[in-house]
């Protein structure tokens, strides 16, 4: 299994994950501003499934591309870091979309369809699949053991994170919407934080990658 220091600088990594500014917090802050917090819940119910989805997808897909070609690891964690520095600068870049950018002319639905769009808003989002991607191997270690257990340890310690994070969020949703609008230095500080533990992490993996060669 993964060694605590590497699920620490993980445990890192899956907080900026979840304040990371894109549709799954747009849509769930949205939702409990214009329905409630009841309508927040079932929504976020509907996007932890669809996590779930992406593990299972990933876990599987690491594990066929390690065994059949381990020359394609190395090139994925290379690919990953590139990605994870350019997502560090889309949320540096101006006009980029802050966590509070919420939509306020959302309709009233019903359970089921808030907790499908949930899920579909996670499920449909590729952003979400390619982080896991770039992510996960760097802290999968073949000799570690297993590595699809490995690859759920670490999708539902980012499972948990992004239901802690955002359950906070939907029930301080309104207020925290005001008070991010009247103070958009904070958001700057978000974004700066989220950007500086992205470009960290991808260099970690491209210097790994050196040393190992």
Same mark, same amino acid.
């Given at each position: 299994?993964i060694v605590q220091?590497?699920?620490?600088?993980?445990?890192?990594a899956?907080? #900026?994950m979840?304040i !990371?500014?894109?549709p799954?917090m747009?849509y769930?802050i949205?939702?409990?501003?214009t329905?409630g917090k009841k309508?927040?819940?079932l929504s976020l119910l509907?996007?932890?499934?669809?996590?779930?989805?992406?593990i299972?997808?990933?876990a599987?897909?690491?594990t066929a591309?390690l065994?059949a070609?381990?020359?394609?690891? !190395?090139?994925?964690k290379?690919?990953?870091?590139?990605?994870?520095?350019?997502?560090a600068f889309m949320?540096l870049?101006p006009g980029?979309?802050?966590?509070?950018?919420?939509?306020?002319?959302l309709p009233e639905d019903k359970p089921?369809?808030?907790?499908t769009?949930?899920l579909?808003t996670?499920?449909? /989002?590729p952003?979400?699949?390619v982080f896991?991607?770039?992510?996960?191997?760097?802290f999968?270690?073949p000799?570690?053991g297993h590595i699809? #257990? *490995?690859?759920f340890?670490?999708?539902?310690? *980012?499972?948990?994170?992004s239901?802690?994070i955002?359950f !906070?969020? +939907?029930m +301080?949703?309104?207020?925290?919407?005001?008070w991010?609008?009247? /103070?958009p230095?904070?958001?700057?500080?978000?974004?700066?934080v989220?950007?500086?533990v992205?470009?960290?992490?991808?260099?970690k993996?491209l210097?790994t990658k #050196?040393? /190992?060669?």
């Open positions: 299994m220091k590497e699920l620490l600088v993980f445990l890192l899956a907080i #900026a979840a !990371t500014p894109g799954n747009i769930l949205s939702r409990s501003i329905q309508a927040g819940m509907g996007v932890m499934f669809g996590f779930l989805f992406h299972i997808m990933v599987f897909g690491l591309v065994l070609v381990p020359f394609l690891f !190395t090139v994925l290379i690919s990953g870091a590139f990605y994870l520095i350019y997502l949320a870049k980029s979309e802050g966590v509070f950018s919420v939509q306020k002319d089921v369809k808030l907790f769009m949930g579909l996670n499920v449909l /989002n952003k979400i699949a896991y991607l770039s992510l996960f191997p760097q999968i270690k000799e570690a699809i #257990a *490995q690859c340890q670490l999708g539902f310690i *980012q499972m948990l994170i239901a802690l955002n !906070t969020v +939907i +301080i949703a309104a207020k925290a919407a005001l991010f609008s009247a /103070n230095v904070w958001v700057r500080v978000q974004k700066w989220m950007a500086s992205l470009i960290s992490l991808a260099a993996m210097l #050196a040393k /190992n060669n």
